[in-house]
């Protein structure tokens, strides 16, 4: 009869192996470590230039809307124009809006801009309404789209 003294235990219990493998829950906690390692992982892969596009193109929609809003208020039109070196806003009065660059360069190299359809700048008139439009922003494989159904806002899609 086996009592609670000291050397007392059962031999036979402490020979038998135990089973071995992951319980379901350590194989859940494994799986939902993985999966926020490969969040990190994909938005450090995701890279600079990505991320550099991104603001250019969410900076050139403020920039846009904050033009088609003075051109409605002054009654004239303001023109976008681009090249090689950068974005070219035109017609603007001097005294309106000086923090908003007249010239700026491209902060990207190699920064492709598509109007459709297809002009050599973009006009912004003095009425609310205008033409739709789709401005494409593309540094290599990457694209960014503005675009304008002719009446709500400027959307980045």
Not at 64 to 90: F, N
Not at 98 to 117: G, I, K, N, Q, Y
Request: glycine share 8%; charged share 25%; no cysteine.
């Amino acid at each position: 009869m086996p009592t609670s003294a000291a050397g007392n235990e059962d031999v036979s219990a402490r020979l038998v192996p135990r089973p071995r493998g992951l319980t379901l829950l350590e194989l859940l906690v494994v799986l939902a470590i993985v999966s926020i390692a490969s969040i990190g992982v994909a938005q450090a892969w995701r890279g600079d230039a990505d991320r550099r596009l991104d603001r250019l193109a969410t900076e050139l929609r403020d920039q846009i809307e904050v033009v088609r809003v003075l051109a409605r208020a002054g009654g004239t039109a303001a023109k976008l124009s681009w090249d090689a070196q950068g974005l070219h806003w035109h017609g603007l009065p001097d005294a309106a809006l000086s923090e908003l660059p007249r010239v700026r360069p491209w902060p990207l190299p190699d920064v492709a801009l598509t109007l459709e359809p297809p002009q050599s700048a973009l006009v912004l008139g003095s009425e609310p309404m205008g033409p739709p439009w789709r401005l494409t922003l593309r540094h290599g494989e990457r694209a960014r789209t503005l675009a304008f159904d002719g009446w709500g806002a400027v959307r980045l899609e």
